[in-house]
């Protein structure tokens, strides 16, 4: 079965420090993922995708994320936290079976609290 | 360019009520998502419009949830009657390319 899993309920950082949310796939194939953000109260944002080409993405707000096909991973980095990016962060994969349509299976979120 | 855009942002209602969710996609958008988030647990698919088409719907739980899109533009989702197990925030999102957009979402909570 095609699944995400974000291994960590909570990842704690201190402000200034690399903040590193983990995530792995199974999915048959080659996979397209994603990095979702919560803010509080507020809707998911997209982050950054890896569709194909290079094994590292660049997204929004300083965040990263590089695509381990032998680890099945797709972790998201920040070189250096601030407290700003305390939220709710959600992995995600593309459905291999919903053909072009893009019908996303999510991870359960990780929650990041970058402390002062 | 305006987002995704949904209405209302929170809803309480009484367990047996019926409530109305309404997403509006980004201008142009074909490709219209609902899902759901309830307590603590995964964001899950409900179901894809194409256009005014239900593509999928695979992930309604059961046939107290509707969804139309009549002429292809905003979508609403309705919940007739609410149950407990229905709290939760429901999204909506649209598509351009591969990124898919989402909306602020609606918190729903039933009472």
């Known amino acids: 079965a095609q699944s995400v899993a974000q291994p960590e309920d909570q990842v704690n950082v201190a402000e200034g420090n690399p903040l590193t949310v983990k995530c792995t796939y199974s999915?048959?194939?080659?996979?397209?993922l994603f990095w979702y953000v919560q803010y509080p109260n507020r809707g998911l944002q997209f982050l950054l995708k890896?569709?194909?080409?290079?094994?590292l993405v660049k997204g929004s707000y300083g965040f990263e994320a590089e695509f381990n096909k032998s680890q099945t991973s797709f972790h998201l980095k920040k070189p250096s936290a601030l407290v700003s990016d305390s939220a709710l962060y959600f992995c995600?994969?593309?459905?291999?079976?919903?053909?072009?349509?893009?019908?996303?299976?999510f991870g359960a979120g990780t929650r990041l609290a970058v402390h002062p | 360019e305006a987002g995704v855009t949904q209405f209302p942002s929170h809803s309480v209602i009484e367990k047996g009520q019926t409530v109305t969710l309404r997403c509006d996609p980004i201008?142009?958008?074909?490709?219209l998502y609902w899902y759901r988030r309830v307590m603590g647990k995964e964001i899950k698919f409900l179901l894809h419009?194409?256009?005014?088409?239900?593509?999928?719907e695979s992930g309604m739980p059961n046939n107290r949830f509707l969804a139309e899109r009549t002429g292809g533009t905003y979508s609403t989702l309705k919940v007739q009657p609410a149950e407990l197990e229905d709290s939760g925030v429901y999204f909506c999102?649209?598509?351009?390319?591969?990124?898919?957009?989402f909306g602020e979402g609606s918190w729903l909570t039933v009472v």
């Open positions: 999102a649209s598509r351009s390319g591969n990124t898919i957009y």
């Open positions: 999915v048959s194939g080659n996979p397209y």
């Open positions: 890896y569709i194909t080409g290079d094994n």
């Open positions: 995600a994969v593309r459905d291999m079976f919903s053909g072009g349509y893009n019908k996303l299976i």
């Open positions: 201008s142009g958008h074909d490709n």
């Open positions: 419009f194409v256009k005014e088409s239900k593509q999928d």
